[in-house]
């Protein structure tokens, strides 16, 4: 079994703004330590020969021209916000500074 | 709101305290398009027009990276002496925070395209100094918040903020420094003149306005101090909100004087973001740096990796311009300035304006006692950077109707601060301030006529050889003639009067 603790579930919840219950953080502990040693046996099969990819596809450069295309228009882009100004999408005040 | 903190002599914190530098740049290219989509790349105008499904992170819309961005960013890598990665990725920074509607921005993380780099940076002295480069990566720009609501507009207490989309998705650079050891009380020069080095360095590419007032070319300095003997890195801090070339003198000054005053009292250094206050010339505390800060990078699965051809590079590599060190050299002997006045345009950070100034028709020196002189004090004034309230065209412009004789120098600086409030350009601002030089004769001689009736006895004066009577006159007639009229014609016109 890998070394999944219930302090890493917590924090990940945390940082993924999901709410979880301690009962669900523990049953959440058991399950991610099986998908991680799943995942784990991957690296059994792969050998030094086999280069890591993130990708399936062996594709590189796939580029677009520096050409302008269609945009939506201002009321387009807003038609799914739950809340704007006319002009803007309106959100919560966040706390914490600018990213 | 900031308060000023505790400061110690900036001598005695140096004295006890070895400051360590590193910087953040972070430079929007100006490519046509977005990093990532087809949208203009253009920040302003009406909120929310320039975005694409992409751009708004809507599902089912896919990133194509923009090749002219590749190109760009391969370019300032070797500018910046960087070797380019054969196979570099692209990979998501998770955060919420609704600048970027995706829920994580698309960067490099282990894999950035630009590595191991060095730049020569030239101190006011001449003393050079090599700033290690340790990457350059891409990403993409986020969207621009405006708090609402609040005492004073700020994030503290707003009610709710309201985000544009038009900058989301405008293709970044963001350049790198290893930690910088030995820049001892140079430290806030040299900030500056590194950052004025990369600005350079990216306007000679023509790959970026580099105007950090409008936010194009950005800084986030950190700082700390180790204490002398201790051979121990000290906490760091990251200053924010650094919008000219002289905030981040200023700024790395001040945070010196702080962390040192806190040190010395016998305080801990917070590692946290802080925000610089370009009005009060001070830093505030922001974001403590915390648990929120583990972005949980991975590669990006819907981007494949870039790849590129030992050509390409090499057609890149033999089209950069020369390196900044043989540029000023060359320019110095083109200019044929001497020493003192070359230093002057290089501490200045006013090169390339003179460059340009000079490149639209004006003469060199000029340009130099324009930008350095007149331009200079406008922009000390307001406290924002000379090159942010005109233009090197309209400079060229201006000193093109001094030279033609239609305004004199008076005049033209009535003209400069016409243009700097935004009244066009220089010709502009003389057809609707009514300013050029008149040297239509007739003019002048009604003047001088009306100025010789209240001073009758000049005449006589300069007749005795009392020459210096005139300027009686000239004063006389440039005062009633608001300052049009060509001084030396009029001193050419009583002097002939003098003479029937």
């Known amino acids: ?99 | 709101m900031a308060q000023p903190a505790e400061l110690m002599d900036f001598d005695k914190a140096i004295e006890l305290f070895e400051p360590v530098l590193g910087f953040e740049v972070h430079v929007e290219l100006n490519t046509k398009t977005k990093m990532f989509s087809d949208a203009p790349n253009f920040f302003g105008g009406e909120p929310n027009t320039n975005v694409t499904p992409v751009d708004l992170g809507l599902p089912g819309s896919l990133p194509v990276v923009n090749e002219q961005a590749i190109k760009y960013s391969i370019s300032l890598g070797l500018a910046l002496g960087c070797e380019i990665r054969p196979s570099s990725r692209f990979a998501r920074k998770n955060y919420f925070y609704p600048d970027l509607a995706k829920n994580y921005q698309i960067s490099q993380y282990d894999e950035p395209i630009a590595f191991d780099g060095s730049v020569e940076v030239e101190l006011a002295d001449g003393r050079l100094f090599q700033i290690p480069i340790e990457r350059a990566h891409m990403e993409e720009d986020a969207g621009k918040l405006t708090h609402v609501g609040g005492a004073t507009g700020r994030i503290q207490g707003a009610e709710y903020s309201l985000v544009d989309y038009n900058r989301a998705g405008v293709p970044l650079v963001e350049i790198v420094t290893n930690i910088i050891y030995g820049a001892e009380r140079d430290a806030p020069e040299l900030a500056k003149a590194y950052v004025s080095t990369i600005r350079d360095i990216v306007r000679s590419l023509g790959i970026s306005d580099a105007k950090m007032e409008r936010g194009n070319l950005r800084c986030d300095a950190n700082i700390s101090l180790s204490p002398r003997g201790s051979g121990k890195l000290g906490t760091r801090t990251e200053t924010k909100n650094v919008n000219s070339l002289r905030s981040v003198e200023r700024a790395i000054r001040y945070e010196i004087q702080r962390q040192a005053a806190i040190l010395a009292a016998g305080g801990t250094i917070i590692q946290e973001t802080r925000h610089w206050h370009e009005d009060t010339g001070v830093t505030s505390a922001g974001r403590p740096k915390s648990d929120a800060d583990d972005y949980r990078y991975f590669p990006e699965p819907d981007l494949l990796p870039v790849a590129p051809s030992l050509e390409l590079i090499e057609e890149l590599r033999a089209a950069l311009p020369e390196a900044p060190a043989i540029r000023r050299r060359r320019l110095k002997e083109a200019w044929g300035f001497t020493d003192l006045e070359f230093q002057d345009v290089a501490n200045s950070g006013l090169l390339v304006e003179i460059e340009e100034t000079a490149a639209a028709g004006a003469s060199a020196a000029q340009a130099r006692k324009w930008w350095t002189g007149e331009i200079a004090r406008l922009a000390n004034a307001a406290s924002v950077d000379a090159s942010s309230l005109v233009s090197p065209a309209d400079v060229a412009e201006l000193i093109g109707l001094i030279e033609s004789g239609e305004l004199t120098d008076r005049l033209a600086r009535q003209v400069l601060e016409g243009v700097v409030a935004g009244e066009g350009s220089p010709s502009a601002v003389v057809q609707s301030r009514g300013l050029a030089v008149v040297s239509d004769d007739g003019a002048l001689i009604a003047a001088i006529d009306d100025a010789l009736a209240a001073q009758p006895d000049v005449l006589d004066k300069i007749r005795d050889g009392k020459v210096q009577a005139a300027g009686a006159v000239i004063g006389a007639v440039m005062k009633a003639m608001k300052g049009t009229a060509d001084a030396a014609r009029v001193r050419e016109l009583v002097l002939e009067r003098a003479q029937q």
Do not use: C, W
Request: no cysteine; proline share 6%; charged share 20%.
């Open chain 1, 1 to 99: 079994m890998s070394e999944i603790t219930t302090d890493q579930v917590a924090h990940l919840a945390n940082l993924a703004r999901i709410a979880l219950t301690p009962e669900e953080i523990d049953k959440l502990t058991g399950e991610l330590s099986v998908i991680i040693d799943s995942i784990a046996k991957v690296s059994q099969v792969a050998t030094a020969d086999v280069p890591a990819t993130s990708h399936p596809i062996p594709l590189t450069n796939v580029f677009r021209p520096d050409v302008i295309g269609d945009t939506l228009s201002q009321e387009e882009a807003l038609s799914g916000a739950p809340e704007h100004d006319g002009s803007r999408f309106k959100v919560s005040a966040i706390l914490g500074e600018e990213q």
